[in-house]
């Protein structure tokens, strides 16, 4: 079945340290791929999102490609905040009529200044 | 801006106990949502509405668990009897149907505490 692997956490970076989170995903055909992001005490929100291969998703300075060669789609940023701590979840969708996302187990990121 | 809507934002209960929590999606969003998230887990989805149908609701405990969405608005999630596995995070999201890459906006979240 469909399912998405990230690398565990938690991750603590200094402020304005590069980030990179590892994302890889099994599935069949042709999945859309997505990061949401919690905020403590808030639901998920959608920080970027991938349709097709090679497509780059951008928002907020994080930045993922879409590479099908190697089933990934790991999120990076040139140099983080305090205000990005945050847990960070890869996850992917068929892109079927009901649209079913499976979500990875998330990677919480400590940025520290 | 619009938001999902949930309440209440926690419940601490009993063992055998029964529970319900309510959503209130995006006005127009004809797509629902019920996810369980445990600490330190991913959301896993229990149940999925299109409008007042339900499509996928093959991860939900139907011994124990019920959902409705009666005219296709707001929804209600309702757990009976409570067991001590069932303390977790309960999102609800929605998002327009029709397009082919939902983005799903999700609410606060109700936390369960069973004791």
């Known amino acids: 079945g469909n399912s998405v692997t990230q690398m565990e956490g938690p991750v603590t970076l200094s402020e304005e340290a590069f980030l990179t989170i590892n994302c890889t995903y099994t599935?069949?055909?042709?999945?859309?791929l997505f990061w949401y992001v919690q905020y403590p005490g808030e639901g998920l929100q959608l920080l970027l999102k991938a349709t097709k291969a090679d497509d780059k998703g951008s928002n907020k300075g994080f930045e993922a490609t879409y590479r099908k060669e190697t089933t990934s789609f790991h999120l990076e940023k040139g140099s983080v905040q305090v205000s990005d701590s945050a847990v960070y979840f890869c996850?992917?969708?068929?892109?079927?009529?009901?649209?079913?996302?499976?979500f990875g187990p998330g990677t919480s990121l400590s940025v520290i200044p | 801006e619009a938001e999902v809507a949930q309440s209440p934002r926690y419940k601490i209960t009993e063992k055998s106990q029964a529970v319900a929590f309510w959503c209130d999606p995006i006005?127009?969003?004809?797509?629902l949502y019920w996810y369980r998230q445990i600490l330190g887990q991913g959301p896993e989805l229990l149940v999925q509405f299109q409008d007042e149908s339900v499509v996928d609701d093959s991860q939900l405990p139907k011994d124990r668990f019920s959902a409705e969405r009666l005219k296709g608005v707001d929804s209600t999630l309702k757990i009976q009897p409570a067991e001590l596995g069932d303390s977790a995070m309960y999102l609800c999201?929605?998002?327009?149907?029709?397009?082919?890459?939902?983005?799903?906006?999700f609410g606060p979240g109700t936390r369960l505490t069973v004791l």
């Open positions: 999201a929605s998002s327009l149907a029709g397009d082919r890459v939902h983005e799903q906006f």
């Open positions: 006005s127009g969003h004809a797509t």
């Open positions: 599935a069949t055909g042709y999945p859309s």
């Open positions: 996850a992917l969708s068929q892109g079927t009529s009901y649209d079913k996302v499976i």
